[in-house]
């Protein structure tokens, strides 16, 4: 039985998956925590790897392995291979003014035209902007970029570590055009240099871009490493997500996305226009706020995330209930950077522990729902909506996302999703072809629209647009 592992380097933690190679059967797991932060040393990223890999019980019988990883965050080196300062990650909101510099030189239709993606806080390319205007002299350094999972998976293949006889070798920096997609200087057809200079100030190595099933190489003992993807491409290989199939991820960030045959160029920069792990396209929508809203308003009632599910079901949604636009940390979509969150609507007959709950819980749907009108809104056909996530599980938000989305919802079981679809990728690199995995066991919530708690959300978050 031949055995492939599946890496999750996510913003909150580290998870390996190691899985047989024909069936997709899971043998064994690991995880490790990630430093909390909207940057990071990248060598912290490297530690929970190792890490994460001896908690899944080694790779010594394991033939291929292949990391996703969180989009975005900016990895800069020197001429050495050393890392030149801790990378900003897709969170870190302080390339905001950078973003709309690069807009007003080049123009949302170009940029949408030529990387499937108009320039916000979250991308790379703003990220090199901010680091040429805020720290010139690190930026004059930079020889290379590279994303996380390009990172790691030249770290698990021997090189860029200190005093490595492997040396820096840039030309074995690779990625995948997923996450390539997420950079804003890459496009369906190739990297644009200008654009990454513009950004940058200056030329600079970027990662090779692999086909879906080409080898990066292997590790120092030999096992094959795959290209590796961008966490939400994972995820759609982890879920075996089809055309007309849209996924609905709730974890640290909340994402909607779609599979499609067309690429997504959509110069209001609302949907992404990325690409996926197989040679289709991943239009997405992305919101900095999704779990961690549940955490806040549990923490705020003194419960568990369960007791706040049922907290929330005893509430009835009405034309008087309390409305959450649950912008906490900002919002990448809609572009918000410096908004706050706002909790509105409350009288003393509606200010109870159950209708604070379900606020919390909608207002963070609703934001999700708003991403999925956008992804429609580029002529993208959907069928059913695919809810994933920790969150996912809570059935309170499986039931009041029926009544916020109209399509049918399908609940997976609990995965690891990301690092399966990883792991799904590393056999298909042994074989040749993606292999077709039996998915986990799931349940469909039925449809129960009611439109009442959209146009309640809407009405609110006008004022955040004026």
């Keep these: 039985m031949a055995l492939v592992a599946g890496v999750d380097s996510s913003t909150q933690s580290c998870k390996v998956v190691i899985a047989d190679a024909a069936s997709g059967r899971i043998v064994r797991t690991g995880r490790s925590a990630h430093p909390d932060g909207t940057e990071v040393d ?27 990883g969180q989009q975005h965050g900016m990895v800069v080196l020197d001429e050495r ?8 990650l897709w969170n870190d909101t302080r390339s905001a003014a950078a973003a709309r510099d690069l807009i007003a030189e080049v123009g949302a239709d170009v940029y949408a035209e030529r990387t499937g993606v108009v320039p916000v806080a979250s991308f790379t390319a703003t990220k090199l902007r901010w680091l040429r205007d805020a720290e010139p002299e690190n930026a004059a350094r930079v020889a290379a970029v590279a994303l996380p999972h390009d990172w790691l998976t030249w770290r698990l293949r021997g090189y860029g570590a200190a005093g490595s006889p492997l040396g820096p070798v840039f030309d074995e920096l690779v990625t995948d055009r997923s996450d390539a997609s997420g950079t804003a200087y890459w496009g369906s057809a190739g990297y644009q240099p200008d654009l990454l200079e513009r950004a ?13 099933l080409e080898r990066a190489g292997t590790t120092p003992s030999g096992v094959v490493v795959g290209p590796g993807a961008g966490d939400n491409a994972g995820a759609a290989l982890g879920l075996g997500a089809a055309r007309g199939d849209g996924v609905i991820s709730i974890g640290t960030s909340g994402t909607v996305f779609a599979v499609t045959d067309r690429p997504v160029a959509d110069a209001s920069g609302t949907v992404a226009g990325f690409a996926d792990a197989t040679g289709r396209f991943l239009p997405l929508v992305a919101t900095l706020n999704a ?8 923490g705020l009632l003194g419960v568990d995330h369960a007791e706040l599910g049922r907290l929330a079901l005893e509430a009835t949604s009405g034309p008087t209930s309390p409305v959450l636009v649950p912008y906490f940390e900002g919002e990448r979509t809609p572009n918000l950077p410096d908004a706050t969150a706002s909790l509105s609507g409350l009288t003393l007959a509606n200010t109870t522990r159950p209708a604070v709950a379900r606020a919390a819980i909608e207002g963070m749907l ?22 994933i996530g920790g969150a996912a599980r809570n ?8 009544q916020v989305f109209d399509l049918p919802i399908v609940v997976p079981a609990p995965g690891e999703y990301v690092a399966l679809g990883a792991a799904r990728q590393a056999a298909g690199v042994l074989s040749g072809v993606l292999p077709d995995w039996v998915a986990a066991g799931e349940h469909e919530v039925p449809v129960d629209t009611r439109p009442d708690i959209r146009a ?11």
């Design 395 to 402: 059935p309170a938000v499986s039931a009041i996302a029926a």
């Design 456 to 466: 309640r959300y809407v009405a609110a978050a006008l004022g955040f647009h004026r």
């Design 366 to 387: 609703c934001g999700l729902a708003a991403g999925l009108d956008a992804i429609r809104g580029q002529g993208v056909e959907l069928n059913r909506l695919l809810l």
């Design 42 to 68: 990248p060598e912290a990223w490297w530690q929970a790897l190792q890490l994460a890999i001896i908690d899944a019980g080694g790779l010594d019988d394991v033939a291929a392995v292949s990391i996703a």
């Design 291 to 298: 779990a961690r809203v549940l955490d806040a308003f549990a």
């Design 81 to 88: 291979g050393d890392v030149i300062r801790p990378a900003l």
């Design 200 to 212: 940058l100030g200056h030329a600079a190595v970027v990662p090779r871009v692999l086909g879906p």
